[in-house]
């Protein structure tokens, strides 16, 4: 058995943390994520770690917002370091560098990340304009960053691979946003739904805000058929329990969403991951080569 070098060890150790965020906090892209490719399974789940700690650290593991403020501005110093150097003592920062060094994630997709952590301390009502760029920081990039890591590399500079990445990140912040609307406003007192009350949920603000996130997953559904190999079936599992969701706050209606998060339960989910496994989902991904050209790996 040849011996790890004392930073490929490190990095190994630092990936199995950001897994284990990964479970912990997100049960359904954690089983979708067992479909990707296992040579994309840690990348994808350093990502999702290095954003978890961030999206902490603002959502109350702080609860000082001028201390919270100084870690943001920290965790985005470091980061920055740690790509520039390869190395950080932090497993989940360390992990994400890796990462970002070997996918060239750079500052272009890192800082909309802080720069909306940011927004999160210190914006409680956003305008339309301020909800765009919130949604690109927190959502729009991660999907960008991921998608450099499918299939090898390489993908991330095609720009309609890039804009579904995007659309499909969008969407998956727009679930969150109505079905977390009760403890976003009552608990953090954040609203994200310019021009309408969370206190005053109507059945047409719920009706418009499903029908956005279908459009979203419309747009990305094109890409994730593009996506070569094993990865392709895992985004579309991801994108199938989204869908699953956003179905079931739509037939919750404005008093089943003001009333408290609506889920999907397991058995449910494990229905669904099946589907999109087995080329049957609802993003119409197949097992197999690739459409639009590109070539599995």
């Not at 003592?89 to 996918?103: E, L, N, Q, W, Y």
């Not at 397991?266 to 991904?285: F, N, T, Y």
Request: hydrophobic fraction near 40%; aromatic fraction near 6%.
């Amino acid at each position: 058995m040849t011996q790890q070098s004392p930073h490929a060890e490190f990095t190994d150790a630092a990936r199995r943390c950001s897994e284990v965020i990964l479970r912990r906090y997100s049960t359904s892209f954690a089983l979708a994520c067992r479909l990707l490719a296992p040579a994309t399974r840690p990348h994808v789940a350093a990502i999702y770690a290095w954003a978890r700690v961030g999206d902490e650290v603002v959502d109350g593991a702080m609860d000082d917002p001028v201390a919270a403020r100084e870690l943001i501005a920290e965790t985005r110093r470091r980061t920055h370091r740690a790509i520039e150097r390869g190395l950080d003592p932090d497993p989940v920062t360390h992990a994400f560098a890796d990462t970002a060094r070997r996918f060239g994630i750079d500052a272009r997709l890192v800082d909309p990340f802080y720069d909306s952590m940011e927004a999160d301390i210190d914006v409680t009502e956003h305008t339309e304009e301020s909800l765009r760029r919130y949604i690109h920081g927190s959502a729009e990039v991660i999907g960008e960053m991921c998608l450099r890591t499918f299939a090898g590399g390489g993908l991330g500079d095609d720009d309609e691979m890039a804009a579904g990445a995007r659309a499909l990140g969008a969407a998956f912040q727009k679930v969150n946003f109505l079905r977390d609307i009760r403890e976003d406003f009552t608990d953090l007192g954040r609203n994200y739904l310019p021009g309408r009350d969370p206190r005053a949920l109507t059945e047409k603000d719920v009706r418009e805000l499903a029908d956005d996130v279908d459009a979203d997953l419309r747009i990305a559904r094109t890409a994730i058929n593009r996506i070569p190999g094993r990865d392709r079936l895992a985004v579309a599992a991801a994108h199938d329990l989204f869908a699953e969701l956003n179905d079931r706050l739509r037939a919750a209606g404005a008093s089943g969403v003001s009333a408290g998060r609506v889920r999907v339960p397991d058995p449910v989910k494990l229905a669904v991951i099946g589907r999109a496994a087995a080329g049957r989902g609802r993003s119409g991904a197949r097992p197999g080569a690739a459409r639009g050209g590109a070539v599995a790996r």
